[in-house]
């Protein structure tokens, strides 16, 4: 039995993952979580094989999740199920340690193939997402600004596009406002913008945000 934790801050959307995941002979759901905080105690009971995810969460960003999870359980599969589209954020995920990346538009079957899959220890790419990545082999010029940026880097440029102040980021990630200023810097730099203003833009334009 291949046993999945569901993560998702909608009621409903659990309780129709869970009922159809129920038909599948060889899964069984044995944890539900509808925050980050909720995701990382699953995590500390260490009894599930797969984490089904969504990137939206009320008290964190999935990808700060996702990071947390990389921490504390390097080998544990997390598939992202999102309802943004994975041309935005698939390849930046799948960097940081995710094992899949589906929208939550995809045919329930190849939901099914994706956790059979990563519950085997493979990653699990969707024809787009393998365009993406064979995209940038090409080098920077042919990949989007912010899949050029390094895990932390992505982080801080989230959480600024987010509205989020230096000195506030520096607390939550536990980082001196220095280090901080110098992330935001190099994000700037390798975006190439102006201001916090213009990340704010470019993440709304790419889908990044909402």
Do not use: W
């Amino acid at each position: 039995m291949i046993r999945i934790a569901i993560v998702d801050d909608h009621p409903l959307v659990r309780a129709g993952l869970r009922q159809f995941l129920a038909d599948q002979a060889d899964f069984l759901v044995v944890a539900e979580a509808a925050d980050g905080q909720g995701a990382l105690a699953i995590v500390r009971q260490g009894e599930v094989d797969v984490m089904v995810m969504d990137l939206a969460m009320p008290d964190q960003s999935g990808v700060e999740v996702l990071a947390a999870i990389r921490a504390r359980a390097p080998d544990l599969p997390v598939l992202i199920l999102s309802g943004f589209p994975e041309e935005h954020y698939a390849v930046n995920l799948l960097r940081l340690g995710a094992n899949g990346y589906l929208n939550k538009e995809c045919d329930p079957e190849e939901l099914v193939r994706a956790i059979r899959t990563v519950a085997r220890g493979r990653k699990y790419i969707t024809a787009g997402i393998a365009e993406r990545l064979a995209e940038g082999l090409g080098g920077p010029a042919a990949r989007p600004a912010h899949e050029s940026l390094s895990e932390r880097e992505f982080q801080v440029f989230l959480r600024l596009a987010g509205g989020e102040t230096v000195g506030h980021m520096a607390e939550g990630m536990s980082l001196s406002v220095k280090t901080v200023s110098t992330y935001r810097t190099r994000v700037l730099e390798k975006m190439q913008l102006t201001s916090n203003s213009d990340l704010t833009y470019y993440a709304i334009k790419n889908g990044l945000i909402q």
